[in-house]
C-alpha cells in the first residue's frame, strides 16, 4: 500500500507545483511541457529556410531574404509596407528586447520584477518620459507621415506576435510567466525618449555644485569649466594640433553654503545611471562615440570614406539589428536600426553614408519655483499670477496588478516638478519636447548627397542632439551638431538654477541652424567628432557648456593627419587603435618627475618609484591585450587624481573628480596650491605628487597581480569587456571578454567593460558603395540560436565582415542566404 500511495502524493505534488508560479518563477509545468514549453526553443531555433505569413494592412507581396549573416533585405513595392516588414522580422527575432524596452521607458518594470524594480520605475515618470510620449503622439497628426510609420511598423509587429506559435514564444516570457502585450504605435516614441535618457548628462553642473560646497565658486568654475581646456573640435578651428589651454586654477576658496543644496537639487533630476557611475572612479561616466570622414584627396583610391562606431551598452542581444530595406525608385538603406524604431539609424544608402555620436551640449535647465503649498501645490506664480499645476497620479501596479505604491508628479509649462531640500523645482528638456525625429530618420534614408542629410535631419530632428556626420559619392563630406539648442536669456548660461517665478527666465528660442557646429568639405580634408567639446570657444559667441571629452578627438586627429592616402582597412584599424593620447600626455610626466624625486633621494631608497618610473619609460602607450605596462600608468593615474584632488572629498567621504583634461593642463603650473597634499605634515608640489603616485601605484600592482613579468600584469588579465543579457543572466551573457583598448582609446574599456563599440561600421563612397560592419552579438535574441552571439568573435578580434546589399532579392547567390520570407496581405474573414 505504502509503494502506491507514496508515488501517487509525489505525483499530486508535481502537478500541483507545475500548475503555481513559485515566487518569481514560472509555472514549471507549463515551462518544462515537452511540445511547446523551454524545449521547443531548442528545437525552433534559428531562422526558417523558407516560410511565409500574412500582415493586416500590407498593400502588396513583400519579399524578404536572409544573407549568410542572418541580415533580412526587405523587398517591398511601397515605404509603409517595408516599415511592416521591418516591425514583423524585428519581433521574429527581438520579441522580448522590444517588450522589456517599452516596459522600462515606461516605468512599468514592477509589473515584471516586483518592487525591486521602484527606482527604476519612478525615475521614467518623474521625468515624464511617458507623459511626453503621450503628447508627442497627441500632436502628430493621425494620418501623418510620422503616425503612418509608426502604426505600419506597429502592424509589423504584431502580425508576427498574432501568429507566433506557441513553441516559439521567446525564453525570457517563459521565465518571467509573461505574454508579449501588443505593440502600440507610441510604443517607437517611448524607446526615442530612452535613448534621449540613456544620453543625457548633467554631471559637469552637478560636479561643479558640489565642488562650490567645498571650494567655493571661483575655484568650481575653474575645475568644472565650460570650455574644455583641451581644444580639438569637431568643427575644425584652423589649428594642425590640439590646444591646452594653461590657466592658472584659482586656489580653494570660502565654501558655498548654497551650492550643495543647488547640486541635491540637481540630483533630484540626475539620471540616477550618472549617480551610480560618480561614485565608482573607474567607471565611464557618459557613454562615448566615434565616427570619422576622409575626403578623396585624403585616401588611396579617390573616394571619400566614412567610420562610425557608437560606444554604448554592451548587452545580448545587441542594442542594434542589422536590416537593409528597398523599396524600388524610392528606398534603398542598409545599417542598424534600434529594435523598435522603424528606420535605419545609422547606415547608408546607394549615394550617402551617415553616423552619429552624442553632441553632449547641456539642453536641460532648471527652474526654482513658487508654488501656494509646499506639501500639497496646486498653483504656481508666474510674472505675479498664479498659474494652475498639472496633477498626474502615477500608479506603479505588482505581478499580478496589485498596486505597489503611488506618486504624484506636477508639472509647470516647462516640464515636470520635484521637491529638492524643501523646494519645488520644475525641469524643462529638450527631450520631452520634439517628436518628429521619425520623420528626420525617413527622409535621411532617402537623401542623394551629405548635403541633403543635414538639411532634411535639421528640419526635423530635435533630440537627443547628435553630431550628425555624412559622405556622400560626390566626394563631399559634412558635420552638423544637430539638434534643438536652447537660446536662454541674459549670458545663456544654462548651468545654474534660473528664477522660475519670471517667464523671462524661460527660453527665447533657439539657434537657428546656421549656428549650429558645422563643417563641409574642410580644407583640411576629414572630420572627426568623439564627444568632444563640437566648437572652440574662442570662435563663438555662443553658450556650449556640456560634458565633453578630448582625448578619442586627439587621438583620432593625429592618425588622421599623418595619413594622406586612407584605405578602409585603415579606417577599421584605426576603430580599435591601442593608442593613447591621455597617456602620451600624462606619462612623460611621471617619468621625468620620478628622475628628479630620485635624483634627491638616496640611492636605493625607492625602489618602488625607480622600478615604476622603468616601466612607464619603456612602454609604448598602447592598451595591446599582452602590455604589462598599462596597470601601472592607470593605477599611477587613479592615485594622482585621489591625490591633487583631495579638496574636493566632503566629510562624507564623497568626492567630484575634475575632468582629466583639467588636471592634463595643471600640469604645467608646478607650484599649484592644489598639488598639496592636506593629509600630509609635508608642502607637495607636482613632482612629489606624481612621484609619490607611480611609486604606490607600482607597489599596490606588484601586491595585487604579482611580480611585473607574470601574466598578472598583462592588460587582458588586468580589464575586459562584458555583454551582459538584458535580465542581467550569467549565463547568457558574454563575460570576460578580452579588451580592444584602455580608457579614452578609441575602442575604450574602463571599468566594469559593459560599455563600448555597439556598432562599428566603414563605407567607401565609389561608383559602387562598398561597407564593412560587425556589432557585439548576433541577429537573434534567443539565446539557443547559433545567430545569438556569433559576431562576437569578429567583433572581439576588431575586425569586418563585407555587407551584403542586393539590389534585388534574387541578387544574392544560394550561398549567401540563410532564409527567406514571404509577407502577403491579410486576407478578410468572410
Known amino acids: 500500500m505504502r509503494r502506491l500511495v507514496v508515488p501517487v502524493i509525489v505525483l499530486v505534488a508535481v502537478l500541483l507545483l507545475g500548475a503555481r508560479r513559485l515566487g518569481p518563477l514560472p509555472a514549471l509545468g507549463a515551462f518544462l511541457e515537452p ?13 526558417a529556410s523558407d516560410a511565409a505569413a500574412e500582415v493586416s494592412g500590407l498593400g502588396d507581396t513583400v519579399r524578404v531574404v536572409y544573407d549568410d549573416r542572418a541580415v533580412p533585405h526587405v523587398f517591398a513595392a511601397n515605404e509603409l509596407d517595408a516599415y511592416r516588414a521591418l516591425g514583423y522580422v524585428v519581433a521574429r527575432d527581438r520579441l522580448f528586447q522590444l517588450y522589456l524596452q517599452t516596459m522600462a521607458a515606461t ?3 514592477t509589473e515584471i520584477a516586483g518592487a525591486q524594480a521602484l527606482p527604476l520605475d519612478r525615475e521614467m515618470r518623474r521625468l515624464g518620459l511617458p507623459r511626453a510620449a503621450e503628447r508627442k503622439v497627441a500632436a502628430a497628426q493621425a494620418d501623418g507621415p510620422v503616425m503612418r510609420i509608426a502604426a505600419a511598423y506597429a502592424e509589423g509587429v504584431n502580425a508576427y506576435v498574432d501568429a507566433m506559435p506557441r513553441a516559439a514564444l521567446p525564453l525570457e516570457f517563459r521565465l518571467l510567466g509573461v505574454t508579449p502585450p501588443r505593440w502600440r504605435p507610441i510604443d517607437s516614441y517611448h524607446l526615442l525618449n530612452r535613448m534621449g535618457w540613456t544620453l543625457a548628462s548633467i554631471s559637469l553642473e552637478h560636479d561643479r555644485a558640489r565642488a562650490a560646497a567645498l571650494v567655493g565658486d571661483s575655484a568650481a568654475a575653474a575645475l568644472f569649466p565650460d570650455a574644455t581646456p583641451i581644444q ?38 540626475a539620471p540616477e545611471r550618472l549617480l551610480a557611475d560618480a561614485a565608482r572612479d573607474d567607471e565611464p561616466r557618459s557613454m562615448a562615440s566615434n565616427n570619422w570622414a576622409v575626403s578623396p584627396r585624403r585616401t588611396a583610391a579617390g573616394h571619400a570614406l566614412l567610420a562610425g562606431d557608437p560606444h554604448l551598452d554592451l548587452t545580448l542581444p545587441s542594442i542594434w539589428y542589422e536590416a537593409h530595406l528597398v523599396v524600388p525608385s524610392t528606398l534603398d538603406a542598409y545599417g542598424v536600426t534600434i ?11 546607394r549615394d550617402v553614408a551617415w553616423t552619429f555620436t552624442n553632441t553632449g551640449a547641456d539642453v536641460m535647465d532648471l527652474y526654482a519655483e513658487q508654488v501656494d503649498d509646499v506639501r500639497h501645490p496646486a498653483r504656481y506664480m508666474l510674472d505675479g499670477a498664479w498659474r494652475p499645476l498639472e496633477r498626474r497620479v502615477e500608479a506603479y501596479r505588482g505581478r499580478g496588478g496589485e498596486v505597489l505604491a503611488t506618486d504624484t508628479v506636477y508639472y509647470t509649462h516647462r516640464g515636470p516638478m520635484r521637491l529638492a531640500r524643501g523646494r519645488w523645482l520644475s525641469m524643462r528638456w529638450t527631450v520631452l519636447e520634439g517628436g518628429r525625429e521619425l520623420a528626420g530618420f525617413a527622409d535621411g534614408m532617402r537623401a542623394r548627397s551629405a548635403e541633403e542629410f543635414q538639411r532634411v535631419m535639421s528640419a526635423s530632428y530635435e533630440a537627443p542632439a547628435q553630431n550628425m556626420l555624412a559622405a556622400d559619392r560626390g566626394g563631399h563630406i559634412a558635420i552638423r551638431s544637430t539638434g ?18 519670471l517667464s523671462a527666465s524661460d527660453w527665447r528660442g533657439a539657434l537657428a541652424v546656421p549656428d549650429y557646429p558645422q563643417a563641409a568639405d574642410p580644407a583640411q580634408g576629414y572630420l572627426a567628432s568623439a564627444n568632444q567639446q563640437p566648437v572652440d570657444p574662442a570662435t563663438t559667441r555662443q553658450w556650449w557648456g556640456g560634458s565633453y571629452d578630448p582625448w578619442r578627438a586627439m587621438r583620432i586627429n593625429t592618425l588622421l593627419r599623418a595619413d594622406s592616402s586612407v584605405t578602409p582597412d585603415a579606417m577599421r584599424r584605426y576603430q580599435t587603435d591601442r593608442g593613447s593620447a591621455r597617456a602620451d600626455l600624462f606619462a612623460p610626466y611621471f617619468v621625468e618627475a620620478a628622475r628628479r624625486v630620485l635624483a634627491r633621494r638616496e640611492p636605493g631608497a625607492s625602489d618602488a618609484l625607480a622600478n615604476g618610473a622603468k616601466v612607464l619609460a619603456g612602454w609604448n602607450r598602447r592598451y595591446e591585450r599582452g602590455d604589462r605596462h598599462a596597470v601601472v600608468f592607470e593605477a599611477a593615474m587613479r592615485l594622482l587624481a585621489a591625490r591633487t584632488w583631495d579638496e574636493l572629498r566632503g566629510a562624507d567621504g564623497a568626492r567630484v573628480t575634475p575632468p582629466s583634461a583639467v588636471l592634463a593642463a595643471l600640469l604645467a603650473d608646478s607650484s599649484s596650491v592644489w598639488w598639496d597634499d592636506r593629509t600630509t605634515p609635508a608642502l607637495e608640489r607636482r613632482d612629489d605628487i606624481l612621484a609619490s603616485s607611480l611609486e604606490d601605484a607600482f607597489t599596490e600592482s606588484v601586491r595585487a597581480h604579482g611580480a611585473p613579468d607574470s601574466e598578472g600584469w598583462r592588460w587582458d588579465h588586468v580589464q575586459h569587456a562584458a555583454a551582459k543579457h538584458v535580465l542581467q543572466l550569467p549565463a547568457l551573457s558574454a563575460l570576460d571578454l578580452p579588451p580592444n583598448g584602455g580608457p579614452e582609446t578609441l575602442s575604450p574599456t574602463a571599468g566594469s567593460g559593459v560599455h563600448g563599440a555597439s556598432w562599428r561600421m566603414v563605407v567607401e563612397l565609389g561608383p559602387q558603395v562598398r561597407a564593412w560592419v560587425t556589432y557585439p552579438g548576433g541577429q537573434s535574441g534567443d539565446p539557443a540560436s547559433a545567430r545569438y552571439r556569433d559576431h562576437l568573435p569578429t567583433w572581439t578580434a576588431g575586425e569586418l565582415e563585407p555587407a551584403r546589399v542586393p539590389a534585388t532579392a534574387r541578387s544574392l547567390d544560394a550561398a549567401q542566404r540563410s532564409g527567406s520570407l514571404l509577407l502577403s496581405p491579410a486576407r478578410r474573414p468572410r
Not at 35 to 47: I, M, N
Not at 232 to 239: D, F, H, I, L, R
Open 484 to 501: 534643438r539648442f536652447p537660446i536662454r536669456a541674459g549670458d545663456g548660461d544654462g548651468a545654474r538654477i534660473r528664477d522660475g517665478r
Open 232 to 269: 580639438e573640435p569637431s568643427q575644425p578651428n584652423g589649428a594642425h594640433q590640439a590646444r591646452v589651454d594653461r590657466r592658472r586654477l584659482p586656489p580653494p576658496g570660502t565654501p558655498d553654503s548654497t551650492a550643495l543644496v543647488t547640486a541635491q537639487a540637481l540630483e533630484a533630476f
Open 339 to 349: 529594435p523598435g524604431a522603424p528606420a535605419i539609424v545609422i547606415g547608408f544608402n
Open 107 to 109: 516605468g512599468r518594470l
Open 35 to 47: 511540445a511547446h514549453g523551454v524545449w521547443a526553443l531548442a528545437r525552433g531555433s534559428g531562422t
